[in-house]
């Protein structure tokens, strides 16, 4: 089965889109919860109850295990799992970036996915360390791209999905390069590696780096897995980026340790005294109660996974309204670290526009980083076309008198972050649609970048501009050619 991936929605690189063949049906983004046979806290079928589409299981786990490998070959995947969703499996690339080393060929384990009727099966894919030197990186992405060439090759792509792996490191250069052949190759289907040391260490500027290099070169038809991110706090920010799909067991292996996830961070059960939180245990027991329960592994599993799951609602419910980066910008204030990753990701804003949608339910100010958001970016793109005539005045303030316009040709209103609007905008997006609080300082520099650019479109006119004393000296520095006036005159 080739699965087709169809994009319904965007909002900045973040999609609503659809996983589908052969009547099975994902929609993303989405979390692929990982089920592992020696740590079954959640049965599959109980995931799906719970609304479940897709998993992911380590087919070498299956391939070297006496009690399932045989049932697995003999019933397929589905049945032995009990699940009708659609089944992606794991090489062995995984024990191999933990142990070393695995007992298994890149060929064995296409065959052996194959054989246990694996929706989307993955090639043994080298998942170097972020932090190996580069020699190391391009010696075995070298190894990688052959065993994906090798895989596509020897592959039944009428019955399984086969997944391109993007490896590199931390190397920009090799990421894009990555991403691009295996677009070049017809891949559709494409995991960027690697990164899971990233994630356990909060380096989240650095997975933004990575992500945005493969995304650069990866096909925009590609449908993009980040494998291994599975804390609910940093889904909206790699949707941003433009990731369709997630895997974790984070959901078990918290619940093992006790840890309650919530989409601001987690905690220790034992820390709380409530639990923050709607779903069937949490409204069904105290802290204390779950804290002590001899199903303490599972419930806690049951809420981490309900938890993550409804987080990947509200991020499709944000692409659909239109307000991801309002979502990003409050997920990621929850850690610092969180936190350089979207500041990381607001640095490829060009990019980024490009793919952004044109006009959305709203824009609220949140601070200085809305100034770096799309939405300003292309409004100043926008402004440069508007004609000003000879005399321009720009006012700050909306309430002014006709004859205080006496002696323009043009009125341009002022409305920071964007910069000046004429009249006929002031319902269109994005100025009739954003709430900003009290004017900043950064919100006027960045106001002052709209105004620039409308003057240097506008080379012949005069501009004067109105506005609070407390802001004359600020725009006098950033626009010295301009005359600034007093709000009133």
Known sequence: MTLSFEILEKDIAGRIGKLSGQGKTVKTPT??????????????????????????????????????RERALSDGLAKTLDF?????????????????????????????QQAIKSDIIVPLDIPTH????????????????????????IADHEHHTLAGPVQGGLFPDLREETGRKLSEAGFRFCPIGAVVPLMEAYRYAELVK?????????????????????????FALAVAMGCDLFDSAAYALYAK??????????????????????????????????????????????????????????????????????LVDERCRSHPALLRGYRALLGYNEELTALDRETKRRFFYRGDESCKRTEVLRYHQMVGRLTAGERTLISF?????????????????????????????????????????????????????GIARLMETNPDSHFTIRCRPVWKELISQILPTVEVQDEGS
């Open 31 to 68: 979390l692929l919860p990982v089920i592992n046979p020696h740590l079954n806290l959640i049965t599959p079928k109980e995931m799906q109850e719970m609304g479940v589409e897709a998993v992911i299981t380590n087919a070498y786990i299956f391939s070297r295990s006496e009690e399932y």
């Open 84 to 112: 009708d969703g659609v089944i992606m499996t794991d090489s062995g690339s995984f024990q191999l970036s933990v142990y070393g080393e695995v007992e298994i060929t890149n060929a064995q384990t296409i065959a052996f």
């Open 130 to 153: 972020p932090d190996s030197p580069r020699e190391q990186v391009e010696q075995e992405l070298s190894v990688t791209v052959d065993r994906i060439m090798e895989a596509k090759d």
């Open 210 to 234: 990575v992500v945005m290099a493969a995304k650069r070169g990866l096909s925009p038809a590609v449908c993009v897995h980040l494998f291994g991110a599975g804390h609910p706090s940093m």
């Open 257 to 326: 340790d006790g840890r309650y996830m919530t989409t601001h961070g987690s905690y220790h059960l034992n820390e709380l005294s409530y639990l923050p939180c709607p779903c069937p245990v949490c409204v069904g027991h105290t802290a204390k109660e779950l804290n002590e329960s001899p199903d303490r592994e599972r419930l806690l599993a049951m809420h981490n996974l309900r938890v993550s799951l409804a987080e990947i609602n509200r991020v499709r419910q944000a692409i659909r309204d239109g307000v991801l980066w309002e």
């Open 397 to 449: 303030s909306r309430h002014i008198k006709k004859k205080q316009t006496e002696g323009f040709d043009s009125v341009f209103y002022f409305k920071p972050p964007f910069g000046p609007f004429p009249a006929e905008l002031t319902e269109t997006f994005p100025i009739g649609q954003s709430e900003i609080p009290d004017f900043d300082e950064e919100m006027i520099r960045t106001g002052c970048i």
